[in-house]
């Protein structure tokens, strides 16, 4: 890309996406898709959410999801005491055969999650010296006022080219999955793994357990989606075709 | 060009990429279980490799105050005398039925394989060893934690009075139950990795295991192998088939 076309332009005008920019976005994509599916399916084996380290059925959850079968599933044995002088911490055997299809799930998800990890930082390292995150996804100084931020909202139905000049609020969004979203995902997903705790403790420590680390993994997980929401419905007011050519063949448009 | 050469060319590019990339990957090649072509095995092997690799390499699981402890569940084969249950094996339920109502007087545990001195252990002999408690988590591939104290001889303690041979790389664990699994030297040698026979300061409940189970705490639960009989250590992958994890579409390693 040569630094003539990416001097700013005038409204209207874009510079279409880089091809560093079209290929990494639909290796995300796709393996994002892939982690939301997967993921999701090893939540159904257990949808029971806790904060703190440690959380099963035997405790009081904090968010319990009616996405499986295994809902408030009421397969338990009388439950006996884990100690011999009583207290409260008990043991119980379940009768339930609950869903569970981890065995895939699982090593799908950790396969996608290293393409993420490796695309991610391809993304980042060609974004940083290109000065394609600089230049594109960063809102400018002076940019972030209330007044420039209505302007951008009201301008939102009209039709947009592929690629930057961003508006704000795009910019902010695309922001907030680089620099937030994924990344949380990335760490809430370490936090959950034995190894990783055990090599690096402060991982689930940040996040207050394994288990907060679990529960922020799945609220991401639902904010990723209404990203994923919002970004389709903006590509198809702003041009559904037009944007889609931009994002694969490249071009200006 | 035909179209059978097409597809040969790319066939051959594929194997190169995919050998090229394997290597580059896996390093020995022979350290690690069989992917059979599928590509969630190799995932599961690249994530054993990079967390090999890039670990501290004898890190310890966080231990826990005894007020941590919190309830369990016992699920999996909560009897292996019981024939309903999910991986009931009839030979090793009757053994376990009749060892049991002996109070597991007559149970041993058969160490052998790849060791100098192979042999076997009463419950007793074990508990002669240097015990280790440890208040750790266990998690399961479900999604679920808790909390337990467990009692029991270091596995390290135990190989070294096998003898265990220099070539020896993975120790595999047989159950009363249909289950079989394995973990490598390095876990085997974890000073947290215990055969335990006491839990929360009793003997080990059946449900969780009794008489002995093996901890694997930087593991998913799945890897923690409860009424074992017998250890073998091997200088190669054994792959159990249906037995063990592989074979039933799981990963072998989960660290993660």
Known sequence: MSSQSRTPTTAGAGTGHARWIRVTHWILAASVLTLGISGFTILMAHPRLYWGAVGNDLTPALIELPVSRNYRHGGWEVSTASFPDGGRAVSSIRTYDILNENSWARSLHFLAAWFVVVTGAIYLLAGIFSGHLRRDLLPRRGELTARAMWNDLTAHKRPAPGGPPYGLLQKGSYCAVVFLGVPLMVLTGWAMSPAMNAAYPFLSGIFGGTQSARTIHFCVFVALILFFVAHLVMVGLSGFKRQMRAMTLGGHT | ?256
């Open chain 2, 1 to 256: 060009m035909t179209t059978g050469q097409v597809i040969i060319s790319r066939r051959a590019i594929m194997t190169g990429l995919t050998s090229g990339a394997g290597l580059l990957l896996a390093g020995c090649p022979d350290t690690q279980p069989p992917n059979y072509g599928n590509v969630l095995r190799m995932a599961d092997n690249l994530t054993y490799r990079a967390q090999r690799l890039l670990l501290p390499r004898q890190a310890l699981a966080r231990e826990y105050d005894r007020r941590d402890i919190t309830s369990i569940p016992a699920i999996g084969t909560t009897d292996p005398a019981d024939p309903h249950g999910e991986f009931y094996d009839a030979a090793g339920g009757a053994a376990y039925e009749r060892l049991r109502s002996g109070g597991f007087a007559h149970w041993r545990l058969t160490i052998d394989g790849s060791v100098a001195r192979p042999g076997s252990y009463s419950l007793d002999e074990l508990k002669s060893f240097p015990a280790r408690t440890q208040i750790t988590r266990h998690t399961c591939e479900e999604g679920w934690s808790a909390i337990a104290e467990w009692t029991g001889v270091p596995l390290r303690r135990v190989l070294e009075a096998a003898g265990v041979k220099p070539t020896a790389r993975f120790v595999n664990f047989y159950t009363f139950d249909g289950n079989l699994d394995s973990i490598d030297m390095f876990d085997a040698l974890h000073p947290q990795t215990i055969l335990a026979y006491g839990m929360n300061g009793r003997e080990l409940p059946i449900a969780h295991g009794a008489p002995l189970r093996v901890r694997v705490e930087r593991q998913l639960g799945y890897k923690s192998l409860k009424f074992l009989h017998r250890i073998s250590v091997t200088d190669e992958f054994y792959d159990p088939g249906k037995l063990g994890p592989l074979q039933n579409g799981w990963a072998w390693y989960v660290g993660i």
